[in-house]
């Protein structure tokens, strides 16, 4: 599977530099490579590709909504990456401010519907194709083709990398145990970095000014950065687990644990999406209710398809289903939920959101951030123990026996009795 998956991504890397390439360089009337590396390769389209190929498979057949998953998803995916690759301090890599309903030249209606449509060709007859034509490929020669490819293009990143941010931002201070070692190495950096530098400013109009770096405030988790998502993240998954918890004591009369994790009342799913909520809106939190609700019902059902199809292909496990629900779509999303994500969206960035960041920058500076790394460690062990468990399970079903160590400690501490107690509601696929 993993090879599998690092073909289409190749594969879907170069064809979309081809397709990129090809209409730059009609529009300029002379070659414009359009990839950020120096290979022909376009990894936005390799991530899409692959994106699409692993959640939307179950949708073939279904042109409607193999279309409108292919178009948000692509879309989404699009705006994200349009944000990030503008704060590599170079400008942007495409405008559509001049296209028509685009938002903020990042996405765009037309290119929206045109990425449905090549998403919908990928899924249905692109990926079926490639993984065949992997397939003709001897075991060993297509593993050292894709290594081989998998080496270049890590020599070609590393080039951009020190291209876009400079040896001294990739690289760590040399020891001067040799003076002529130490002035050949930085040579050779500036060799690799060059052409890439040269082309990226060309192509794209790129300067090569750098943006100074922010003075340290004197706030704690000022702004939206790391410490302030983190702290969303894990007061979301609390109040999100205690607000299901009640959901389901009023709706079927008894208290359930709605909890992902197995240690303590976390609810991943509410946790993760009130951190990239606030990362994604909180540029636009000034618009009007209406722009927000629209944007957090798109937003919201695909990620709750995400998460639906990546917990059932990991853990093997349907952690909810909405098949009893009208208006659903596998049982994994519903037009109702949908709303209720549009509507928490608004919700959030126009009432509650100021409020808990206020209570979050009252935190003394040193104190918050002691405690912040704190929570990382034990959330990201937390995680690791729950995936570990939920992984043991799927084997118990499964009939796997016990045999190395840690199969022992998981059936030893989290039995089928303790996980279906955790997880109540988890049914296997």
């Known amino acids: 599977m993993f090879y599998q998956i690092l073909w289409l991504f190749f594969c879907y890397s170069f064809l979309g530099w081809v397709m990129e390439t090809v209409a730059a360089t009609i529009r ?12 022909p390769l376009c990894a936005i389209y390799g991530f899409a590709g692959v994106m699409l190929t692993v959640f939307l ?6 042109w409607l909504f193999l279309f409108l998953g292919s178009a948000i998803w692509c879309t989404v995916f699009e705006w994200i990456a349009g944000h990030i690759l503008e704060k590599s301090g170079y400008g942007r890599w495409w405008d559509y401010s ?4 685009n938002l903020d030249g990042y996405i765009c209606l037309p290119f929206s519907l045109i990425w449905g449509l090549l998403g919908s060709i990928a899924v249905q007859w692109g990926s079926p194709l490639l993984l065949d034509l992997y397939g003709l490929l001897p075991e060993t020669t297509g593993k050292v083709v894709l290594w081989l490819i998998v080496a270049l293009t890590a020599v070609d990143g590393i080039g951009s990398l020190i291209a876009l941010f400079g040896y001294q931002g990739i690289m760590p201070p040399l020891e001067r145990v040799d003076g002529q070692i130490t002035v050949t190495t930085r040579k050779l950096q500036e060799i690799i970095s060059r052409t890439t530098r040269r082309r990226l400013e060309k192509s794209f109009g790129m300067t090569r000014a750098r ?24 007061i979301g998954s609390f109040l999100g687990d205690v607000t ?3 959901f389901c004591y009023v709706t079927a009369g008894k208290w359930m644990s709605r909890s992902s994790v197995v240690w303590g009342p976390f609810s991943l799913v509410w946790g993760i999406a009130l951190a990239a909520a606030t990362a994604l809106l909180y540029k636009y939190r000034d618009r009007s209710d209406r722009f927000l609700f629209l944007t957090g019902t798109f937003l919201g059902g695909a990620y709750e398809y995400l998460c639906s199809v990546a917990t059932e292909r990991v853990f093997g496990t349907v952690f909810w289903d909405y098949s009893a629900i009208p208006f659903n779509l596998g049982g994994r999303i519903n ?11 608004v919700v959030w960035m126009k009432g509650l959101y100021p409020v808990f960041s206020r209570w979050i920058e009252k ?3 040193r104190a918050g951030t002691w405690l912040t790394w704190v929570l990382v460690v034990f959330m990201t062990a937390n995680m690791a123990m729950s995936a570990l468990a939920l992984g043991r399970y799927n084997e118990r079903c499964q009939g796997a026996e016990a045999e190395s160590a840690w199969q022992v400690y998981m059936d030893e501490h989290y039995g089928d009795d303790v996980i279906q107690e955790i997880y109540p509601n988890a049914i296997r696929a």
């Open 211 to 234: 943006r100074e770096k922010r003075a340290k405030g004197e706030v704690f988790a000022q702004g939206v950065c790391f410490y302030k998502i983190f702290w969303l993240f894990f």
């Open 363 to 365: 935190i003394p500076m």
């Open 28 to 39: 300029r009337r002379h070659f414009v490579n359009r990839g950020l590396l120096d290979g």
């Open 335 to 345: 037009l109702l939920y949908c709303f209720f994500w549009g509507i928490a969206a």
């Open 98 to 101: 001049r296209m028509p309903a």
């Open 244 to 246: 299901e918890t009640i």
């Open 57 to 62: 498979p179950e949708l073939r057949g279904n």
